[in-house]
């Protein structure tokens, strides 16, 4: 009893293609030119990632390549002793707010070591690779109880994640990101 209905099926089916197929010989010409002005008009991509203040795309290179949630996730390394939002205040270690561009050790009201008030520089991205990659040796004598950030895609993803978490903006001497001087 099943063969027969099996074949019936499969006659059906065949008769369904041949039938479908023969039909779609006649119109495509006809659909085309429609289908074809809808395509160009491009949907913008409205949601960007959770990337508060500078965008992305204008940090310099090339922390502008740098995988964010990477960043996010490295920073959990950092955030038991550092905050990132403005006013938000000091743990162990001094808030982070407006570091690029900031003089080392220069935090009112937080209580830095000698190590950190000696030293004399302007916070830039690649003063917190070297940082981050062996904080002991960078400034010694200092009191930040960290071993460092071993991997650099991971030290470039952190720097590009506090870059936007702590309002950054291009420090004179480094390349401005957007604004070059017009011809
Ligand atoms: C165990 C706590 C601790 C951890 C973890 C830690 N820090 Fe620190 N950090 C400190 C302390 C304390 C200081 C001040 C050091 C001093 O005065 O010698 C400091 C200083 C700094 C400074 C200098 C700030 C300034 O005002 O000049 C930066 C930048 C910094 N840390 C970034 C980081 C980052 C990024 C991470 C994560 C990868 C991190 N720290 C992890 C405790 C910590």
Not at 104 to 118: I, M, P, Q, T
């Amino acid at each position: 009893m099943l063969k027969p209905v099996a074949a019936i099926a499969a006659l059906a089916m065949i008769a369904a293609c041949g039938g479908s197929g023969a039909d779609e010989s006649t119109p495509p010409a006809a659909t085309a030119t429609p289908a074809a002005t809808v395509t160009p008009a491009p949907a913008p991509v409205a949601a960007a990632p959770v990337e508060p203040g500078v965008e992305f795309a204008s940090l310099p290179a090339p922390y502008n390549t740098a995988d964010y949630a990477r960043g996010k996730r490295t920073f959990k390394l950092c955030q038991s002793c550092h905050l990132t939002a403005e006013g938000s205040g000091n743990l162990v270690g001094p808030n982070l707010h407006g570091l690029f561009g900031r003089e080392v050790g220069s935090l009112e009201g937080f209580a830095y070591s000698d190590a950190l008030e000696d030293a004399d520089f302007i916070w830039e991205p690649h003063h917190l690779d070297e940082w981050l990659t062996n904080p002991r040796a960078y400034l010694p004598g200092n009191r930040m109880s960290f071993a460092g950030v071993r991997k650099p895609e991971d030290r470039l993803g952190l720097i590009a994640y506090l870059m936007l978490e702590t309002g950054y903006t291009p420090v004179s001497g480094d390349a401005p990101a957007g604004d070059a001087p017009q011809p």
